[in-house]
């Protein structure tokens, strides 16, 4: 299983923890709703090295990025 997980790091430095939003039993399910978030205003869809395909918003107060991650939970 695959989930997606939504990350929000404020400007004022205030640990957030990351939310598991939805699961899918493909990888490539997970990345065909990350293109379906990307498509979304404002969201940029990256490669980033830590976690891979994902999608980045940024603004003034806070960035917001959303990514596909194993769910070991559900095995």
């Known amino acids: ?3 997606i997980v939504l990350a ?9 923890v990351p939310l598991m939003v939805s699961s ?7 990345r065909l709703e ?3 978030v990307g498509a979304i205003g404002g969201y940029e869809l990256v490669v ?8 980045v ?5 806070k960035t917001t990025t959303v990514f596909c991650i194993k769910n070991m939970q559900s095995i």
């Not at 980033?48 to 999608?55: A, E, T, W």
Request: glycine share 6%; proline share 6%.
């Open 57 to 61: 918003k940024v603004e003034a107060n």
């Open 34 to 36: 990350l293109l379906r």
């Open 1 to 3: 299983m695959w989930a």
């Open 24 to 30: 899918y039993s493909t990888f490539d399910d997970c």
């Open 48 to 55: 980033s090295p830590m976690v891979g395909y994902s999608v």
């Open 8 to 16: 929000t790091m404020l400007a004022s430095g205030q640990p957030q």
